[in-house]
């Protein structure tokens, strides 16, 4: 009977020395055959780098390219592990299949150490990782408290801040300094540090721009802080992702995202046309 981790051990080798006696020519085995080995084990490798290699796609904002890196830093780590461990599992269940008399493994100081510090490695960088994107201002904003309302207003003099409104069923903002209004729309200048002040008007909201990287619950009688940064201009589809009663599914909005001076040129005509609300004010029970 066989020590399982030995057994394990030596299979290991085997296998590395099976596949380094595969690269030289084996008279028993046909050329056909030979090929076809070789074109298996260059899809596989070809697969792997492919995988790796692909590079993410431009993100359109701060939030989503930090959130983008830390995925893939993850996924560098986590696909050769699970290429590593099938790998060793398929081969220990084909090479063990008749093995009718298996012994649980022995005690094996070294290996269980070897593991538990390895284990200690991955975690330790997921947790650095993980933190260190949670810990950015625009994924993790200030939020404001009772004693500190002043948190999530622009701070910097190109920032701007605009307040939203969530209700039943549809999104406001304002922009402070004019008297402009939007329904179901957030125009913002591109490139430019942006903080919306949300609140709710009845029940909980949230709102969720998936190619913004950006999602924050909204509450009745609290103010809660987005806080983005979008490089490119364009239209950006944003959901309400906290179920808010029938309405729920058309409680949709567009964050439009202007070049700078085509923002200040907007903003400038809204002030001037005197009536302050712009586009898509469709909701007939919107706040007033
Ligand atoms: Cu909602």
Redesign the pocket.
């Known amino acids: 009977m066989v020590d399982s981790s030995e057994a394990i051990r030596r299979a290991v080798s085997e296998l590395i020395s099976h596949s380094a006696r595969d690269s030289y020519i084996d008279p028993t085995v046909d050329s056909g055959t030979m090929r076809l080995r070789r074109a298996g084990v260059f899809a596989c490798l070809l697969a792997a780098v492919g995988i790796v290699a692909v590079a993410p796609a431009a993100a359109q904002s701060v939030n989503k390219r930090l959130i983008e890196q830390l995925n893939y830093q993850l996924l560098y780590v986590a696909i050769p592990l699970t290429l590593f461990v099938e790998v060793i599992l398929i081969y220990a269940v084909v090479r063990f299949r008749d093995n009718d008399d298996p012994l649980p493994t022995a005690e094996d100081p070294p290996l269980e150490i070897t593991w538990t510090i390895a284990t200690a490695i991955i975690l330790l960088f997921v947790g650095l990782a993980a933190y260190t994107v949670l810990a950015s201002p625009y994924i993790t904003p200030e939020q404001p408290t009772d004693s500190s309302q002043s948190a999530g207003n622009a701070n910097s003099s190109d920032a701007v801040t605009v307040r939203g409104l969530?209700y039943q069923?549809g999104w406001q903002f304002s922009y402070p300094g004019t008297n402009t209004t939007t329904q179901n729309e957030l125009v913002i200048p591109a490139n430019t540090d942006i903080y919306v002040r949300m609140t709710s008007a009845d029940v909980i909201?949230?709102l969720f721009v998936p190619k913004l990287g950006v999602k924050q619950d909204v509450f009745p009688r609290r103010t809660t802080v987005i806080h983005t940064r979008v490089f490119e201009p364009g239209a950006y589809r944003g959901y309400?992702t906290?179920f808010?009663g029938s309405g729920?599914a058309r409680?949709r909005t567009t964050v439009r995202v202007l070049p700078e001076d085509e923002y200040r040129r907007w903003l400038r005509g809204n002030a001037s046309a005197g009536n302050g609300t712009a586009t898509n004010a469709t909701a007939a029970n919107a706040p007033s």
Do not use: P
């Open positions: 969530a069923w909201h949230s309400c906290e808010c729920h409680m």
